[in-house]
């Protein structure tokens, strides 16, 4: 059973950053695609970003290419997710996700694993 722990988020200014953590116990990230997805008030979660190690397949939403990036620390079993140029319209609770396979894809559906979300607002 894999848990996942989140931390981070809060409150920003429009144009600020912000950095996510996600911390696994009971297996190993790198065997796993690890995403990360947001859901707004009265919207649907969507799928942000994702990356896998094991078959080095990555998602990217068109809405936050060149502002998100996904990172690792194999060491600690823990994913990052750095969010730069953030915008108003990112405020949402956000949520890492994982397994059981190991190739990216977009869909809730295909994560198994879930942290306990985490709010993000930006807002000035």
């Known amino acids: 059973q894999v848990q996942l722990v989140q931390s981070g988020g809060g409150l920003v200014q429009p144009g600020g950053s912000l950095r996510l953590s996600c911390a696994a116990s009971?297996?190993?990230?790198?065997?796993?695609?690890v995403g990360w997805f947001r859901q707004a008030p009265g919207k649907e979660r969507e799928a942000v970003l994702c990356s896998s190690i094991a078959d080095g397949s990555t998602y990217y939403a068109d809405s936050v290419k060149g502002r998100f990036t996904i990172s690792r620390d194999n060491a600690k079993n823990t994913v990052y997710l750095q969010m730069n140029s953030l915008k108003p319209e990112d405020t949402a609770v956000y949520y890492c996700a994982t397994g059981p396979r190991s190739t990216c894809r977009s869909s809730v559906t295909a994560y198994g694993y879930w942290g306990q979300g985490t709010q993000v607002t930006v807002s000035s």
């Open positions: 009971g297996s190993t990230l790198a065997y796993y695609a």
